[in-house]
């Protein structure tokens, strides 16, 4: 049977919101305002939340708060929620980023995860004096990194002898806390490219895919599976962006899809758009994430208007609901003014997704949160 679809929402962490655009938004990125959301989140059916990492302003995100400590300040706000902390290697080292998480999740209760970002944003590493490696090298870097954290959280004296990271009779105590399905933090990993989905088949526990119509999601899901198969290991389950935006009406929500293009911010979203491109281009077979993003796509800068949920209640239900049928585990979501649309995605949405879910017979049953 399926397990019923889950829920993760973008932590706004960043300044400037969800999308690239000068429309009022009623986010903010500071800690006050997403320590209540975190609470009223884990109360309208999310089960996770991603804690997105920028270094430096750019492109609309003037201000950013680092990822790992403020997902511990949510963890320790809430009483269920999973937050997912987003990294980079080149700037973390396998071994002290396991002890961080190793302490967070004994705080929180084992509810710590981890987001490992190859990187796309060579300004920043070159602006740290750090090197910026090629493409495909960048995920043999992250895939050595997830390797040596699983290492380091599952083993006494763990050993690694790579290209980027290299461990001795390592040993960490205390290890996070282990429990059944989860013998250490969830190893989260996004990527859109051959080289992400291989990397996603061989080490991860989860994919993040850049939005997605349904063919799109079917040829990831399909690699991805392909690439754990060859490496005799379970696939890893699949999240897909999204940028919902729900209304009582179809008109209203395109009306606010069309103003939100309408009022980008195009300076941003070029600059953005130009250090992107240059990522996704920089693959061999032209499949890296953003390769094929329009303007409208980079307005969301994770192509999120392309998982098309946008529109009635209803309307979108239905379109999670056969996302779930194609294999996504998870929808990551991101809003325009997040404590009111979290509220109405709770009680206007998340119903009717469970509801299309109970009738149909390959679905588990649903256990709720009051």
Known sequence: MSAPVKFAYWVPNVSGGLVTSRIEQRTDWGYDYNRELAVL?????????????????????????????????????TQRLKVIAAVHPGLWHPGVL???????????????????????????????????????ERYRRSEEFIT???RIWTEDHAELAGDFYRLRDFSLKPKPLAAAGRPH?????????????EMAGRVSDWYFSNGRDFDGVTEQIADVRTAADRAGRTAPRFGLNAFLIARDTEAEARDTLREIVAR??????????????????????????????????LVQYNDGFRTGLIGTPEQIAE???????????????????????VEYFGRRVLPLVRELEAAQPEFEPTATHA
């Not at 967070?104 to 920043?124: C, I």
């Open 98 to 136: 396991a002890k961080f998480g190793a302490t967070a999740d004994h705080l929180s209760g084992g509810r710590f995860a981890v987001n490992v970002v190859s990187g796309w944003f060579k300004g920043e590493f070159t602006a740290l004096g750090e090197p910026w490696l090629e493409h495909d």
């Open 264 to 297: 980008a911010d195009t300076e941003a979203v070029a600059g953005f758009g130009a250090a992107v491109k240059q990522a996704g281009r920089s693959t061999g077979d032209g499949k890296g994430m953003w390769e094929d993003s329009t303007f409208e796509d």
């Open 148 to 150: 040596a954290l699983r």
């Open 185 to 197: 933090p969830e190893i989260f990993q996004g990527g859109n490219s051959t080289a992400a989905r």
């Open 41 to 77: 989140a884990e109360n309208n059916g999310f089960e996770y939340a991603l804690s997105q990492v920028r270094y430096m302003a750019s492109y609309g995100a003037e201000y950013q708060h680092e990822s790992t400590s403020f997902s511990l300040a949510l963890l320790l706000a």
């Open 319 to 341: 379109r999670i609901v056969a996302y779930r049928r194609l294999g996504v585990d998870l929808l990551l979501l991101g809003f325009l003014h997040y404590h009111e649309e």
